[in-house]
């Protein structure tokens, strides 16, 4: 079976989302790789001011989901956010539910709050302070 995992990029401050986000989640980053760590014989968009930021990093989220990211090289232009994505977290309880929804609303914003829902779940949605949207969902029928 194939395996969905979402990869954020970040101007710059991707190791303090990632920070936080290990602190919202309560999982460890597994994996953290810096444009300096790139071999010498392979190329790369990395500038040499670059060499200490993130060219990969990932945090297990769950049943074998990966959150992963960088900061994305000048020479890729800006990261930017839209409105048309979301990172879609299901969890097993309404209590994580409400931790995850609340740990990532520190310093964000709400974009639709946490409530029962007419399709039967505990679901709500918010913009983090790194401008990452999230949609958390407990889906009442897996009891």
């Given at each position: 079976?194939?395996?969905?995992?979402?990869?954020?990029?970040?101007?710059?401050?991707?190791e303090?989302?990632f920070?936080?986000?290990?602190?919202?989640?309560?999982?460890?980053?597994?994996?953290?790789?810096?444009?300096?760590?790139?071999?010498?014989?392979?190329p790369s968009?990395?500038g040499?001011?670059e060499a200490?930021?993130?060219?990969?990093?990932?945090l297990?989220i769950?049943?074998?989901?990966?959150?992963?990211?960088?900061?994305?090289?000048t020479?890729?232009?800006?990261?930017?956010?839209?409105?048309?994505?979301?990172?879609?977290i299901?969890?097993?309880?309404?209590?994580?539910?409400?931790?995850?929804y609340?740990?990532?609303?520190?310093?964000?914003?709400?974009?639709?709050?946490?409530?029962?829902?007419?399709?039967?779940?505990?679901?709500?949605?918010?913009?983090?302070?790194?401008?990452?949207q999230?949609?958390i969902?407990?889906?009442?029928?897996?009891?």
């Open positions: 079976m194939a395996t969905l995992n979402a990869h954020v990029a970040f101007n710059g401050n991707c303090e989302a920070n936080f986000y290990s602190k919202v989640f309560g999982n460890e980053i597994n994996m953290v790789m810096r444009n300096k760590d790139i071999p010498s014989e392979v968009p990395a040499e001011t200490d930021k993130i060219l990969h990093i990932s297990p769950g049943n074998g989901c990966m959150l992963m990211g960088c900061d994305m090289p020479a890729f232009g800006e990261a930017t956010r839209c409105n048309s994505f979301n990172i879609s299901s969890t097993d309880s309404e209590e994580q539910t409400e931790k995850f609340n740990g990532l609303l520190e310093g964000g914003k709400v974009n639709m709050p946490l409530d029962k829902t007419f399709w039967g779940s505990y679901f709500g949605m918010v913009i983090d302070r790194y401008g990452v999230w949609m969902s407990y889906d009442y029928g897996q009891q």
